[in-house]
Protein backbone atom coordinates (compact mmCIF):
# COMPACT_ATOMS: atom_id res chain seq x y z
CA UNK A 1 0.00 0.00 0.00
CA UNK A 2 1.26 3.49 -0.77
CA UNK A 3 0.03 6.09 1.70
CA UNK A 4 -2.62 4.24 2.87
CA UNK A 5 -4.00 3.22 -0.43
CA UNK A 6 -3.80 0.11 -2.41
CA UNK A 7 -1.44 -0.14 -5.54
CA UNK A 8 -3.45 -0.44 -9.04
CA UNK A 9 -1.67 -4.33 -8.96
CA UNK A 10 -3.76 -5.12 -5.64
CA UNK A 11 -6.87 -3.67 -6.96
CA UNK A 12 -6.57 -5.51 -10.31
CA UNK A 13 -5.67 -9.29 -8.45
CA UNK A 14 -8.77 -8.60 -6.35
CA UNK A 15 -11.00 -8.09 -9.32
CA UNK A 16 -9.63 -11.05 -11.12
CA UNK A 17 -9.84 -12.82 -7.66
CA UNK A 18 -13.69 -12.07 -7.05
CA UNK A 19 -15.44 -13.09 -9.65
CA UNK A 20 -18.06 -14.22 -8.02
CA UNK A 21 -20.43 -11.00 -7.68
CA UNK A 22 -19.72 -10.68 -4.11
CA UNK A 23 -21.74 -14.01 -3.45
CA UNK A 24 -19.30 -16.20 -2.10
CA UNK A 25 -19.39 -14.99 1.55
CA UNK A 26 -23.22 -14.72 1.55
CA UNK A 27 -23.07 -18.23 1.03
CA UNK A 28 -20.74 -19.12 3.26
CA UNK A 29 -21.67 -16.86 6.50
CA UNK A 30 -25.72 -16.12 6.73
CA UNK A 31 -25.63 -13.23 9.27
CA UNK A 32 -29.42 -11.83 9.04
CA UNK A 33 -30.37 -13.08 11.75
CA UNK A 34 -26.80 -14.40 13.14
CA UNK A 35 -25.56 -17.46 11.95
CA UNK A 36 -25.66 -20.31 13.98
CA UNK A 37 -21.96 -20.88 12.84
CA UNK A 38 -20.81 -17.10 14.49
CA UNK A 39 -19.01 -17.04 16.80
CA UNK A 40 -20.58 -14.00 18.50
CA UNK A 41 -23.56 -15.56 18.72
CA UNK A 42 -22.51 -18.03 21.86
CA UNK A 43 -26.44 -18.52 22.15
CA UNK A 44 -26.80 -20.40 19.14
CA UNK A 45 -22.93 -22.08 19.16
CA UNK A 46 -22.21 -22.52 21.96
CA UNK A 47 -19.43 -25.00 21.22
CA UNK A 48 -18.16 -22.60 18.50
CA UNK A 49 -18.40 -25.33 15.70
CA UNK A 50 -17.93 -23.53 12.41
CA UNK A 51 -20.15 -26.39 10.64
CA UNK A 52 -24.04 -26.58 11.71
CA UNK A 53 -24.78 -29.82 13.54
CA UNK A 54 -26.72 -32.60 12.42
CA UNK A 55 -29.76 -32.42 14.86
CA UNK A 56 -31.52 -36.08 14.41
CA UNK A 57 -34.06 -35.41 17.08
CA UNK A 58 -37.71 -36.53 16.14
CA UNK A 59 -38.89 -34.06 19.53
CA UNK A 60 -37.78 -31.94 21.62
CA UNK A 61 -37.76 -31.38 25.78
CA UNK A 62 -39.92 -29.04 27.02
CA UNK A 63 -39.77 -27.53 30.59
CA UNK A 64 -43.12 -26.41 30.71
CA UNK A 65 -46.39 -27.72 28.69
CA UNK A 66 -47.21 -26.33 25.93
CA UNK A 67 -43.87 -24.18 25.54
CA UNK A 68 -41.73 -25.17 23.12
CA UNK A 69 -38.06 -24.62 23.64
CA UNK A 70 -35.32 -22.29 22.28
CA UNK A 71 -37.70 -19.58 20.59
CA UNK A 72 -34.40 -17.62 20.67
CA UNK A 73 -32.54 -20.20 18.66
CA UNK A 74 -32.64 -17.79 15.06
CA UNK A 75 -32.93 -21.12 13.30
CA UNK A 76 -36.62 -21.64 15.06
CA UNK A 77 -37.65 -18.38 13.59
CA UNK A 78 -38.87 -17.28 16.90
CA UNK A 79 -40.98 -20.81 17.22
CA UNK A 80 -39.16 -23.26 19.20
CA UNK A 81 -38.70 -26.57 18.46
CA UNK A 82 -41.39 -29.34 19.75
CA UNK A 83 -41.17 -31.66 16.85
CA UNK A 84 -39.13 -32.21 14.04
CA UNK A 85 -41.75 -31.96 11.25
CA UNK A 86 -42.53 -28.24 13.18
CA UNK A 87 -38.98 -27.12 12.92
CA UNK A 88 -35.64 -28.23 12.97
CA UNK A 89 -32.46 -26.55 13.80
CA UNK A 90 -30.62 -28.18 11.23
CA UNK A 91 -33.85 -27.43 8.01
CA UNK A 92 -33.55 -23.53 9.50
CA UNK A 93 -30.11 -23.42 9.00
CA UNK A 94 -30.49 -24.83 5.35
CA UNK A 95 -33.49 -22.51 5.14
CA UNK A 96 -31.89 -18.88 5.97
CA UNK A 97 -29.10 -19.52 3.94
CA UNK A 98 -30.97 -20.22 1.13
CA UNK A 99 -32.90 -17.36 2.08
CA UNK A 100 -30.11 -15.23 2.09
CA UNK A 101 -28.62 -16.69 -1.30
CA UNK A 102 -31.68 -16.15 -3.16
CA UNK A 103 -31.77 -12.62 -1.67
CA UNK A 104 -34.91 -13.12 -0.08
CA UNK A 105 -36.59 -12.67 3.29
CA UNK A 106 -38.16 -16.14 3.98
CA UNK A 107 -37.65 -19.57 2.88
CA UNK A 108 -39.62 -22.90 3.59
CA UNK A 109 -38.10 -26.27 2.69
CA UNK A 110 -39.76 -29.50 1.42
CA UNK A 111 -38.34 -33.42 0.69
CA UNK A 112 -38.70 -32.47 -3.20
CA UNK A 113 -38.83 -29.79 -5.66
CA UNK A 114 -42.36 -31.28 -6.73
CA UNK A 115 -43.48 -31.16 -2.80
CA UNK A 116 -42.56 -27.14 -3.11
CA UNK A 117 -44.84 -26.62 -6.27
CA UNK A 118 -47.35 -28.26 -4.21
CA UNK A 119 -47.31 -26.60 -1.45
CA UNK A 120 -46.98 -23.22 -4.18
CA UNK A 121 -50.62 -24.85 -5.44
CA UNK A 122 -51.89 -24.93 -2.24
CA UNK A 123 -52.36 -21.23 -1.82
CA UNK A 124 -54.98 -21.28 -3.80
CA UNK A 125 -58.68 -22.62 -3.65
CA UNK A 126 -61.12 -24.33 -5.54
CA UNK A 127 -62.21 -22.21 -8.35
CA UNK A 128 -59.14 -20.26 -9.16
CA UNK A 129 -56.58 -20.35 -12.52
CA UNK A 130 -53.13 -21.20 -12.73
CA UNK A 131 -51.65 -19.95 -16.16
CA UNK A 132 -48.31 -21.45 -17.15
CA UNK A 133 -45.34 -21.23 -19.50
CA UNK A 134 -46.04 -23.56 -22.15
CA UNK A 135 -42.97 -25.09 -21.72
CA UNK A 136 -42.38 -26.02 -18.91
CA UNK A 137 -40.50 -29.34 -16.72
CA UNK A 138 -42.83 -32.82 -17.63
CA UNK A 139 -43.12 -33.33 -13.92
CA UNK A 140 -44.72 -30.26 -13.50
CA UNK A 141 -47.09 -29.85 -16.33
CA UNK A 142 -47.98 -33.58 -15.45
CA UNK A 143 -49.21 -32.66 -11.78
CA UNK A 144 -51.26 -29.48 -13.12
CA UNK A 145 -52.64 -31.37 -16.12
CA UNK A 146 -53.44 -34.87 -13.99
CA UNK A 147 -54.08 -33.51 -10.09
CA UNK A 148 -54.28 -29.87 -9.83
CA UNK A 149 -56.63 -30.00 -12.66
CA UNK A 150 -58.99 -32.52 -12.54
CA UNK A 151 -58.65 -33.33 -8.58
CA UNK A 152 -58.33 -30.08 -6.76
CA UNK A 153 -60.80 -27.79 -9.03
CA UNK A 154 -58.21 -25.23 -10.16
CA UNK A 155 -58.22 -24.62 -13.58
CA UNK A 156 -54.65 -24.88 -15.11
CA UNK A 157 -53.74 -22.68 -18.95
CA UNK A 158 -51.26 -22.96 -20.66
CA UNK A 159 -49.54 -20.28 -23.01
CA UNK A 160 -46.29 -19.23 -24.62
CA UNK A 161 -45.03 -16.23 -22.47
CA UNK A 162 -43.38 -14.29 -25.18
CA UNK A 163 -46.56 -13.46 -26.85
CA UNK A 164 -47.80 -10.91 -24.75
CA UNK A 165 -50.94 -10.84 -26.61
CA UNK A 166 -51.69 -14.17 -25.78
CA UNK A 167 -51.11 -13.80 -21.94
CA UNK A 168 -53.21 -10.89 -21.91
CA UNK A 169 -55.76 -12.63 -23.96
CA UNK A 170 -55.56 -15.70 -21.32
CA UNK A 171 -55.75 -13.29 -18.32
CA UNK A 172 -58.74 -10.97 -19.21
CA UNK A 173 -60.92 -14.44 -20.40
CA UNK A 174 -60.75 -15.79 -16.70
CA UNK A 175 -62.54 -13.04 -15.59
CA UNK A 176 -60.10 -12.51 -12.87
CA UNK A 177 -60.02 -15.87 -11.93
CA UNK A 178 -56.32 -16.34 -12.25
CA UNK A 179 -54.67 -16.60 -9.62
CA UNK A 180 -51.17 -17.48 -10.06
CA UNK A 181 -48.89 -16.93 -12.83
CA UNK A 182 -46.26 -19.99 -12.96
CA UNK A 183 -43.04 -18.94 -15.18
CA UNK A 184 -39.94 -20.79 -15.50
CA UNK A 185 -37.15 -19.24 -17.01
CA UNK A 186 -34.46 -20.39 -18.42
CA UNK A 187 -37.65 -23.10 -19.43
CA UNK A 188 -37.22 -26.85 -19.24
CA UNK A 189 -36.08 -27.90 -21.90
CA UNK A 190 -35.69 -25.46 -24.84
CA UNK A 191 -34.09 -22.71 -22.95
CA UNK A 192 -36.67 -19.72 -23.35
CA UNK A 193 -36.18 -16.18 -21.08
CA UNK A 194 -38.91 -14.76 -20.23
CA UNK A 195 -38.68 -10.93 -18.79
CA UNK A 196 -39.99 -11.25 -15.45
CA UNK A 197 -40.65 -7.74 -14.96
CA UNK A 198 -42.78 -7.43 -17.95
CA UNK A 199 -44.93 -10.39 -16.62
CA UNK A 200 -45.10 -8.95 -13.27
CA UNK A 201 -46.61 -5.94 -14.37
CA UNK A 202 -49.16 -8.03 -16.20
CA UNK A 203 -50.16 -10.06 -13.33
CA UNK A 204 -50.69 -7.21 -11.39
CA UNK A 205 -52.38 -4.81 -14.16
CA UNK A 206 -55.93 -6.72 -13.40
CA UNK A 207 -56.09 -8.00 -10.65
CA UNK A 208 -53.50 -6.80 -7.77
CA UNK A 209 -53.80 -10.14 -5.87
CA UNK A 210 -52.50 -12.07 -8.45
CA UNK A 211 -49.09 -14.16 -7.79
CA UNK A 212 -45.90 -14.71 -10.32
CA UNK A 213 -43.81 -17.45 -9.30
CA UNK A 214 -40.84 -18.75 -11.22
CA UNK A 215 -38.97 -21.31 -10.98
CA UNK A 216 -35.42 -20.57 -10.82
CA UNK A 217 -33.54 -23.93 -10.81
CA UNK A 218 -32.28 -23.21 -14.05
CA UNK A 219 -29.89 -20.42 -12.99
CA UNK A 220 -29.87 -21.48 -9.12
CA UNK A 221 -29.60 -18.13 -7.13
CA UNK A 222 -26.18 -17.44 -8.38
CA UNK A 223 -27.40 -16.16 -11.84
CA UNK A 224 -30.77 -15.00 -11.26
CA UNK A 225 -32.86 -13.50 -8.26
CA UNK A 226 -36.56 -13.04 -9.62
CA UNK A 227 -37.68 -11.56 -6.21
CA UNK A 228 -35.62 -8.64 -7.57
CA UNK A 229 -37.52 -8.45 -11.06
CA UNK A 230 -41.15 -8.51 -9.31
CA UNK A 231 -41.71 -12.03 -8.56
CA UNK A 232 -43.95 -12.84 -5.26
CA UNK A 233 -42.14 -16.16 -5.00
CA UNK A 234 -39.41 -18.20 -6.16
CA UNK A 235 -39.20 -22.34 -6.39
CA UNK A 236 -36.36 -24.55 -6.68
CA UNK A 237 -35.36 -28.28 -7.28
CA UNK A 238 -32.89 -27.92 -4.79
CA UNK A 239 -32.12 -31.82 -6.11
CA UNK A 240 -30.08 -29.50 -8.87
CA UNK A 241 -27.60 -26.55 -8.79
CA UNK A 242 -28.09 -25.75 -5.15
CA UNK A 243 -26.82 -29.37 -3.63
CA UNK A 244 -25.42 -30.05 -6.91
CA UNK A 245 -23.84 -33.09 -6.10
CA UNK A 246 -26.58 -36.10 -6.90
CA UNK A 247 -27.15 -37.13 -3.52
CA UNK A 248 -30.27 -35.09 -2.26
CA UNK A 249 -33.63 -34.80 -3.02
CA UNK A 250 -35.38 -31.32 -1.85
CA UNK A 251 -37.03 -28.06 -3.01
CA UNK A 252 -37.61 -24.89 -1.65
CA UNK A 253 -40.09 -21.98 -1.99
CA UNK A 254 -38.82 -18.36 -1.06
CA UNK A 255 -40.45 -15.37 -0.73
CA UNK A 256 -40.62 -11.90 0.67
CA UNK A 257 -44.40 -11.96 1.46
CA UNK A 258 -45.30 -12.12 5.63
CA UNK A 259 -48.31 -14.01 4.93
CA UNK A 260 -47.53 -16.11 1.72
CA UNK A 261 -44.12 -17.43 4.19
CA UNK A 262 -47.10 -18.06 7.06
CA UNK A 263 -49.09 -20.03 4.62
CA UNK A 264 -46.02 -22.23 3.11
CA UNK A 265 -45.01 -23.11 6.75
CA UNK A 266 -48.56 -24.27 7.49
CA UNK A 267 -48.99 -26.34 4.64
CA UNK A 268 -44.97 -27.57 5.41
CA UNK A 269 -45.94 -28.74 8.74
CA UNK A 270 -49.62 -29.37 7.90
CA UNK A 271 -48.67 -32.07 4.83
CA UNK A 272 -45.81 -32.95 6.89
CA UNK A 273 -43.49 -32.89 3.23
CA UNK A 274 -40.26 -32.26 5.08
CA UNK A 275 -36.72 -33.13 4.21
CA UNK A 276 -34.50 -35.18 6.30
CA UNK A 277 -31.81 -33.06 8.72
CA UNK A 278 -29.34 -35.06 6.58
CA UNK A 279 -30.19 -33.88 3.56
CA UNK A 280 -30.73 -30.12 4.77
CA UNK A 281 -26.61 -30.84 6.26
CA UNK A 282 -25.42 -31.98 2.92
CA UNK A 283 -27.36 -29.18 0.55
CA UNK A 284 -25.98 -26.46 2.93
CA UNK A 285 -23.00 -27.94 2.07
CA UNK A 286 -23.54 -27.91 -1.72
CA UNK A 287 -24.55 -24.00 -1.50
CA UNK A 288 -21.18 -23.15 -0.06
CA UNK A 289 -19.33 -23.69 -2.78
CA UNK A 290 -22.25 -22.73 -5.42
CA UNK A 291 -20.27 -19.94 -7.04
CA UNK A 292 -17.44 -22.32 -7.81
CA UNK A 293 -19.29 -24.69 -9.57
CA UNK A 294 -21.92 -22.07 -11.53
CA UNK A 295 -18.86 -20.17 -12.92
CA UNK A 296 -16.93 -23.54 -13.45
CA UNK A 297 -20.01 -25.03 -15.42
CA UNK A 298 -21.03 -22.15 -17.44
CA UNK A 299 -17.40 -21.73 -19.19
CA UNK A 300 -17.73 -25.16 -20.07
CA UNK A 301 -21.11 -24.69 -21.62
CA UNK A 302 -20.48 -21.31 -23.25
CA UNK A 303 -17.38 -23.31 -25.08
CA UNK A 304 -19.68 -26.43 -25.93
CA UNK A 305 -22.16 -24.14 -27.11
CA UNK A 306 -19.93 -22.68 -29.52
CA UNK A 307 -18.28 -25.72 -30.51
CA UNK A 308 -22.10 -27.62 -31.08
CA UNK A 309 -22.90 -24.65 -33.47
CA UNK A 310 -20.02 -25.55 -35.73
CA UNK A 311 -20.12 -29.30 -35.89
CA UNK A 312 -22.46 -30.68 -38.77
CA UNK A 313 -24.23 -33.53 -37.30
CA UNK A 314 -26.17 -30.59 -35.03
CA UNK A 315 -28.80 -28.59 -36.78
CA UNK A 316 -29.71 -26.07 -34.25
CA UNK A 317 -28.14 -25.36 -30.54
CA UNK A 318 -30.23 -23.12 -27.82
CA UNK A 319 -28.05 -21.58 -25.25
CA UNK A 320 -28.79 -17.73 -23.79
CA UNK A 321 -25.51 -17.07 -23.79
CA UNK A 322 -25.65 -17.32 -27.72
CA UNK A 323 -26.35 -14.27 -29.72
CA UNK A 324 -28.51 -16.58 -31.91
CA UNK A 325 -31.01 -16.94 -29.15
CA UNK A 326 -33.84 -15.52 -29.42
CA UNK A 327 -33.97 -13.76 -26.05
CA UNK A 328 -30.31 -13.37 -25.40
CA UNK A 329 -30.26 -9.73 -24.78
CA UNK A 330 -33.59 -10.27 -21.79
CA UNK A 331 -30.75 -13.05 -20.25
CA UNK A 332 -28.18 -10.60 -20.65
CA UNK A 333 -30.35 -8.03 -18.94
CA UNK A 334 -31.94 -9.88 -16.16
CA UNK A 335 -29.37 -12.91 -15.36
CA UNK A 336 -26.12 -12.29 -13.70
CA UNK A 337 -25.20 -15.35 -16.10
CA UNK A 338 -25.90 -17.45 -18.54
CA UNK A 339 -26.31 -20.93 -16.86
CA UNK A 340 -24.79 -24.10 -17.93
CA UNK A 341 -28.08 -25.90 -19.78
CA UNK A 342 -28.01 -26.45 -23.55
CA UNK A 343 -30.24 -28.04 -25.53
CA UNK A 344 -29.59 -28.85 -29.34
CA UNK A 345 -30.89 -30.77 -32.08
CA UNK A 346 -28.99 -33.20 -34.47
CA UNK A 347 -29.31 -33.99 -37.79
CA UNK A 348 -31.62 -37.39 -38.99
CA UNK A 349 -33.70 -38.44 -36.58
CA UNK A 350 -34.25 -41.12 -33.79
CA UNK A 351 -31.39 -43.53 -34.54
CA UNK A 352 -29.31 -40.26 -34.77
CA UNK A 353 -30.17 -38.85 -30.97
CA UNK A 354 -29.46 -42.31 -29.51
CA UNK A 355 -26.13 -42.82 -31.48
CA UNK A 356 -25.15 -40.05 -30.00
CA UNK A 357 -26.61 -40.83 -26.37
CA UNK A 358 -25.11 -44.23 -26.57
CA UNK A 359 -21.50 -43.06 -27.64
CA UNK A 360 -20.76 -40.11 -24.59
CA UNK A 361 -17.90 -41.38 -22.23
CA UNK A 362 -17.86 -38.40 -20.29
CA UNK A 363 -21.34 -36.88 -20.37
CA UNK A 364 -23.54 -39.51 -18.34
CA UNK A 365 -26.71 -41.05 -20.30
CA UNK A 366 -29.46 -39.82 -17.13
CA UNK A 367 -32.47 -37.58 -16.19
CA UNK A 368 -31.74 -34.54 -13.62
CA UNK A 369 -29.47 -31.82 -13.61
CA UNK A 370 -27.36 -28.96 -12.26
CA UNK A 371 -24.43 -31.87 -10.69
CA UNK A 372 -20.92 -31.62 -10.85
CA UNK A 373 -20.88 -34.43 -13.48
CA UNK A 374 -22.44 -33.42 -16.82
CA UNK A 375 -25.69 -35.04 -18.23
CA UNK A 376 -27.11 -35.91 -21.26
CA UNK A 377 -30.38 -36.98 -21.89
CA UNK A 378 -33.33 -37.10 -24.70
CA UNK A 379 -36.68 -35.61 -22.98
CA UNK A 380 -38.91 -36.55 -25.55
CA UNK A 381 -38.16 -40.10 -24.26
CA UNK A 382 -37.36 -38.80 -20.95
CA UNK A 383 -37.68 -35.81 -18.72
CA UNK A 384 -41.13 -35.43 -20.80
CA UNK A 385 -42.92 -38.48 -22.29
CA UNK A 386 -45.31 -37.20 -19.90
CA UNK A 387 -46.18 -34.70 -21.85
CA UNK A 388 -49.27 -35.02 -24.33
CA UNK A 389 -47.70 -36.06 -28.04
CA UNK A 390 -49.68 -33.02 -29.62
CA UNK A 391 -47.59 -30.45 -26.81
CA UNK A 392 -44.55 -32.25 -27.02
CA UNK A 393 -44.83 -31.33 -31.21
CA UNK A 394 -46.39 -27.83 -30.36
CA UNK A 395 -43.22 -27.28 -28.64
CA UNK A 396 -40.66 -28.94 -30.89
CA UNK A 397 -39.72 -31.48 -28.37
CA UNK A 398 -39.17 -33.97 -30.62
CA UNK A 399 -36.86 -37.24 -30.64
CA UNK A 400 -33.74 -35.26 -32.36
CA UNK A 401 -33.53 -32.64 -29.27
CA UNK A 402 -30.95 -33.60 -26.74
CA UNK A 403 -30.56 -31.79 -23.67
CA UNK A 404 -26.73 -31.44 -21.77
CA UNK A 405 -26.64 -30.60 -17.88
CA UNK A 406 -22.81 -29.47 -18.25
CA UNK A 407 -20.48 -30.07 -15.45
CA UNK A 408 -17.17 -28.94 -14.16
CA UNK A 409 -15.00 -31.72 -15.62
CA UNK A 410 -12.42 -30.40 -18.44
CA UNK A 411 -13.78 -28.86 -21.18
CA UNK A 412 -11.21 -30.59 -23.58
CA UNK A 413 -12.42 -33.46 -22.05
CA UNK A 414 -16.71 -32.89 -22.69
CA UNK A 415 -15.87 -31.11 -25.95
CA UNK A 416 -13.88 -34.09 -26.80
CA UNK A 417 -16.98 -36.75 -25.75
CA UNK A 418 -19.26 -35.21 -27.59
CA UNK A 419 -17.31 -34.98 -30.60
CA UNK A 420 -16.65 -38.51 -30.79
CA UNK A 421 -20.17 -39.18 -30.36
CA UNK A 422 -21.38 -36.42 -32.81
CA UNK A 423 -19.28 -37.98 -35.75
CA UNK A 424 -20.44 -41.91 -34.75
CA UNK A 425 -23.88 -40.30 -35.77
CA UNK A 426 -22.70 -39.00 -39.26
CA UNK A 427 -23.83 -41.72 -42.02
CA UNK A 428 -20.01 -42.86 -42.71
CA UNK A 429 -19.95 -43.76 -39.34
CA UNK A 430 -22.97 -45.17 -38.68
CA UNK A 431 -23.71 -47.29 -35.18
CA UNK A 432 -26.15 -49.59 -34.22
CA UNK A 433 -28.97 -47.13 -32.89
CA UNK A 434 -29.75 -47.18 -29.25
CA UNK A 435 -33.51 -46.58 -28.97
CA UNK A 436 -35.34 -49.04 -31.01
CA UNK A 437 -38.03 -47.60 -32.73
CA UNK A 438 -41.05 -49.87 -31.29
CA UNK A 439 -39.46 -48.79 -27.64
CA UNK A 440 -42.15 -47.94 -25.14
CA UNK A 441 -41.34 -44.68 -23.77
CA UNK A 442 -39.79 -44.11 -20.66
CA UNK A 443 -41.27 -45.22 -16.99
CA UNK A 444 -39.02 -43.09 -15.11
CA UNK A 445 -39.65 -41.33 -12.71
CA UNK A 446 -39.08 -37.86 -14.26
CA UNK A 447 -40.55 -39.20 -17.44
CA UNK A 448 -43.66 -40.98 -17.77
CA UNK A 449 -43.73 -43.04 -14.25
CA UNK A 450 -47.87 -43.54 -13.04
CA UNK A 451 -48.18 -41.68 -16.00
CA UNK A 452 -51.70 -43.27 -16.88
Known amino acids: MINGLRTSAVESAIALADIYHGRGTTYLHTDNPLSSNRTDSPAANPTGAVVPAISLATTFKQSTPGEPTARDDPNSFGMGYEYSRTGNPTRGVFERAVAAAEKAEYCVAFSSGSAATSAVIHLLSPGERVLSIDDVYGGTQRYFRRIVNPRMGIDVDFVDFSDNSAVLSKILNAEGKTK ?19 VSVMAKQFNANTLLAVDNTFCSPYFQNPLEHGADIVVH ?18 TNDEEIYKQLRFTQNGIGAVPSPFDCYLA ?4 KTL ?9 NANAIALFLEDHKAVTKVVYPGLKSHPQHDIA ?12 FYCAGGRKESGIILKNLRVFALAES ?22 QRALLGIDDTLIRLSVGVESCSDLIADLENALDASLPQKEMQQFIP ?11 NYWDW
Do not use: F
Open 332 to 343: TRQQNGYGAMIT
Open 284 to 287: HRGL
Open 369 to 390: LGAVESLAECPSLMTHASVPDG
Open 180 to 198: LLWLETPTNPLLKVTDIEK
Open 237 to 254: SVTKYINGHSDVVMGVVC
Open 437 to 447: QNIARSNSAEG
Open 291 to 299: HLRMEAAAR
